[in-house]
């Protein structure tokens, strides 16, 4: 943390594809303390100790522009964890005003119903395959708050998504104040019902706010979802 500073006052960090664990958690938590313009922490096999010490890092990060936590199934299926992250986000977002980037991998599913996914071979958790946590559907509960912050381009990627999350993700599209205008659930596992209720979403927010001076969603990712024709068609009506 202490050579940090040497590479600039606010510097963008990336730890991708490190391994870090629950074990480097402390560590970690003392690189957080360092101001950052992004922060990248997908697959590093993170659970739930690295899960505090971002958290809690939140607060120091007033300048934080992008955050990507996705490929960390041990953190995906952590009971509570979307609701831990969904509240942090909440609880800090007057400080992270400058938030537009975030990605995450939250599980909804035991890891049978997964979509394939590089980092799926890392899942450990028996108590989590016995009960599935929910983890995606309770972080866009709290992202769907008028407290959270107003990302602009949100990834939920790398687990099995329920149609009630999904609802949810809908909710956020047709909530003109929200700021959404790239979305990504690549290897979600929606199949041709998610098209179904993302579409239903996208259309009525546009016959709500017609075309918003905001922008709306302009990028729209769903690769390796087994949408089948379905699913086009439900997304070209």
């Known amino acids: 943390a202490r050579a940090l500073p040497k590479v600039g006052a606010r510097p963008h960090l990336s730890l991708a594809h490190n391994s870090i664990g629950d074990d480097g958690a ?39 522009q992008r955050l990507v936590l996705d490929g960390n199934p041990a953190l995906a299926a952590t009971p509570n964890a979307g609701d831990q992250l969904g509240m942090a986000l909440c609880d800090q977002s007057r400080n992270l005003s400058k938030l537009h980037c975030l990605r995450v991998t939250l ?37 769907n708050k008028a407290s959270s912050p107003k990302v602009a381009e949100l990834a939920l990627v790398g687990a099995a998504l329920t149609k009630q999350t999904v609802t949810e993700i809908a909710h956020r599209l047709q909530d003109d104040s929200s700021g959404l205008t790239a979305l990504d659930l690549s290897h979600a596992s929606i199949g041709a019902t998610g098209c179904k209720i993302l579409e239903a979403g996208i259309r009525k927010a546009t016959k709500m706010h017609g075309h918003s001076a905001k922008g709306g969603l302009v990028s729209l990712k769903l690769s390796h979802n087994k949408i089948g024709s379905a699913g086009v068609q439900c997304l070209v009506r």
């Open 26 to 64: 402390k560590n970690l938590g003392k690189v957080l303390a360092v101001p950052l313009l992004s922060l990248d922490l997908s697959d590093n096999q993170m659970g739930a100790g690295c899960l505090v010490a971002v958290c809690a890092a939140l607060s120091k990060q007033r300048d934080l």
């Open 107 to 143: 599980n909804d599913a035991a890891p049978s119903k997964w979509a394939p996914h590089p980092a799926a071979k890392h899942y450990k958790s028996a108590t989590a395959a016995r009960r599935p946590p929910q983890n995606a559907h309770a972080f866009m509960k709290h992202m």
